[in-house]
């Protein structure tokens, strides 16, 4: 029990302990319920920023709080679109306030190193509305002493592990615009979930072609493919999925590190030096 990475799985003694002793960094990963094809999971975001979560904090002294497992609405462009039976998206004034409400309590019982982990396109300034606010709510409080990192892991992917990808697509490897249900995402799940894939129903769609703009109310049933998935997926495996995901958890951990671990700069000091 004492080992565990997983707030819900330790004591608030242990928590607090390791807050005053060990400085531990608390994650907040941020997923989405949305549809991934007929072959991935409704909560591929949120378990993926889930387990992103686990395994940085594990390298670096982390506690890793429950995953906000619903996220922001699927945009045709992105995720396909909330027409899919499934896709379940909150409004975004929801989300910014959900946030701001966690990570202030957060901060307010104690945890001074926040990191709030996003594993879904479409949440993003929501998600940076909720770290505003909630910075403003702790001054408010007396509380200045607060750090909130946020982040998207799959922002970045280094051109090594791209020009691996695209040894796959014959044709032209669509891009990371269209990666939704794609060819990582299957592969990430693959190797670290494979009991939640289903290979057997990857979808053979072309890559989507969408136009440069979004419509609403949405005309997303005539540009997203039938299958909900916006790029071919079918040479998705394991081995890719270790290659991001180690990439990943490394970019995060790296992430961490660099805002919370290394020793920081005295500015004030710096200034008043002539
Ligand atoms: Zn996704
Ligand atoms: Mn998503």
Redesign the pocket.
Known sequence: MHDSVLMAEISWVEYERRLKEEDAIVLVPVGAV?Q?GPHLPLG??AILAGEMSRRAAARVGGIVAPTLSYGYKSQPRT?GGDHFPGSTGLDGDNLSRLLCDVLSELGRTGAAKLAVID??YENQFFLTEGCEQAVRRLRAQGIDTVQILKMRYPEKVKPETLEYIEQFYPNGYPGLDLE??GIL?TSMMLYLFPHLVNMDRVPLDPPANFPPYDLYPHTAAEWVPPSGVLTPAIRSSGEIGKLLVDEFVDLVAGALEAAFRSPRVDRARLIAQP
């Open positions: 949305e991934h591929t975001d995720g594993g879904h939704h249900g995402e």
